[in-house]
């Protein structure tokens, strides 16, 4: 018989306790980087050149339990995101904190476009920003919770 409390469901299942890496390609890092380094505020917090004919960057903070990796591989064209509803979605509860996160994508250059789900439009608490593979990337002021 399966458990129903969550603690004791974290403990059974290993991947409720990982770190978390979302890892894809791109056509160039450097393209990339002033998006969610400067924009989004990550880090490099690891690198690699020429393993198995790949370029990757590792972009996060020490203290989150994810991590964002891009590749290039040269030669190859991963194209651009398949849709425009392939979104990274950050719950920004702090309205000080999220002005500041609209504020630094805008000195990146990135205005925030429409959305493709107009729910992330609703009330101006949404903006959406796309970097330059097409991906985007979702600022949401307000929590969020599973109800």
């Given at each position: ?10 403990a059974?299942?290993?991947?409720l ?6 890892a ?6 450097s393209?990339l980087l002033?998006?969610y380094?400067?924009g989004?505020?990550f880090?490099?917090?690891?690198s690699?050149r020429?393993h198995?004919?790949?370029n990757?960057?590792?972009l ?9 990796e891009f590749?290039e591989?040269?030669g ?7 849709t ?7 719950y920004?509860?702090?309205k000080?904190e999220w002005d500041?996160?609209?504020r630094r994508?805008?000195?990146t250059?990135v ?8 729910y992330?439009d ?15 990337v ?9 109800s």
């Amino acid at each position: 018989m399966m458990s129903t409390s969550p603690a004791a469901d974290a403990a059974a299942v290993p991947t409720l306790q990982a770190h978390l890496r979302i890892a894809r390609p791109t056509r160039s890092i450097s393209a990339l980087l002033p998006f969610y380094t400067t924009g989004l505020g990550f880090q490099t917090i690891g690198s690699f050149r020429q393993h198995a004919g790949f370029n990757g960057v590792m972009l996060g903070h020490p203290s989150l339990p994810y991590h964002l990796e891009f590749t290039e591989q040269e030669g190859h064209d991963p194209g651009q995101a398949p849709t425009q509803e392939n979104l990274l979605v950050f719950y920004l509860p702090k309205k000080e904190e999220w002005d500041a996160a609209v504020r630094r994508m805008k000195s990146t250059g990135v205005e925030p476009v429409k959305s493709y789900n107009p729910y992330w439009d609703v009330d101006g608490k949404g903006k959406t920003h796309e970097d330059a593979d097409g991906y985007r990337v979702v600022l949401w002021n307000g929590g969020w919770s599973p109800s």
